[in-house]
């Protein structure tokens, strides 16, 4: 074989092996995943310790039992401050992370890489620059994502969740739906859209956002003895939009019933875009 064939030979292996590493190898990987039982033991941690798969339909307890297996296979778990990440944690915080896309495509979390778990609230420095005056602050939080695929969890705070699933508060979810705003590129409080669908969630969270900091400033009069009603959302969520869409999210599957009453423009916008009705747990 002359020397001209054999490079015309190796040169098409290489190009073969570089797209189907780009263009195949994912899809070819996650069908082996997918080919493999889900263990005994992890559909019995996802009945103890993801409340809301026991109200599923069957259809979507095998999305969901699917999700789970591709993100465990795919994202790396890491514990820290001596914490022990074993399959508890992991299952727990997989199950929850994949409600949100049960009814969506899991390639929504192709850009998460890994998972830090602290055994409780951690301390957090950050540096802010105004100009040429640096100032530091120290945090301390239950839960952080970043840009680049990472969330940190207090495990303490995920327990607190599971503890009280009828409650507003998950701190599961609120990261991993700061995961999904990031997917258009920047955590402004809007998942990637487009067209009317965009537009109109634009005017739908707009307006919301702003009746919640408005009801946030008439309980403040109501302390010093106007009347006022209690807001309708957690006070978190109107420290900037990005908050405001998690603390949303964790309101839609934690208490729908409520989130529908009280703001049904909002609670549509959120099934439209989750695919899903916790209400009934149906495919929107």
């Known amino acids: 074989m002359s020397p001209v064939l054999v490079f015309a030979v190796f040169a098409v292996l290489v190009l073969s092996l570089t797209v189907f590493r780009l263009f195949f190898y994912r899809t070819w990987k996650r069908r082996r995943v997918l080919a493999r039982p889900l263990p005994d033991t992890w559909r019995e941690l996802m009945k103890t310790q993801i ?160 009746q919640l900091q408005a009801s946030l400033g008439m309980t403040a009069n109501f302390h010093a003895g106007s009347k006022a009603a209690k807001p309708w959302l957690d006070p978190y969520g109107a420290t900037e939009p990005a908050e405001f869409f998690a603390v949303l999210t964790e309101a839609f599957f934690q208490q729908p019933e409520h989130l529908r009453q009280v703001q049904p423009k909002v609670y549509k916008a959120l099934s439209g875009f989750y695919r899903l009705d916790p209400t009934t747990f149906r495919e929107a």
């Not at 839960?143 to 995920?158: I, K, M, N, Q, Y």
Request: charged share 25%; proline share 4%; with cysteine.
């Open 51 to 210: 409340p809301l798969y026991r109200r599923l339909p069957s259809a979507l307890q095998q999305q969901l039992e699917n999700h789970v297996r591709l993100f465990l296979a795919e994202k790396d778990f890491y514990g820290c401050d001596g914490f022990e990440v074993d399959d508890r944690v992991r299952v727990t915080i997989a199950g929850h992370a994949c409600l949100l896309v049960v009814a969506r495509n899991f390639s929504d979390f192709d850009h998460v890489t890994s998972v830090l778990v602290y055994p409780s609230a951690f301390h957090v420095r950050e540096e802010y620059n105004d100009g040429p005056v640096v100032s530091v602050q120290h945090e301390i939080r239950a839960g952080e994502a970043s840009d680049f695929g990472r969330v940190v969890l207090s495990w303490t705070d995920c327990e607190k969740s599971l503890a009280h699933p009828e409650q507003d508060f998950n701190v599961i979810l609120h990261e991993f739906a700061h995961q999904l705003d990031f997917l258009d590129g920047s955590a402004d409080g809007a998942p990637p859209l487009s067209g009317e669908e965009a537009r109109q969630w634009q005017h739908t969270m707009s307006e919301a956002y702003a």
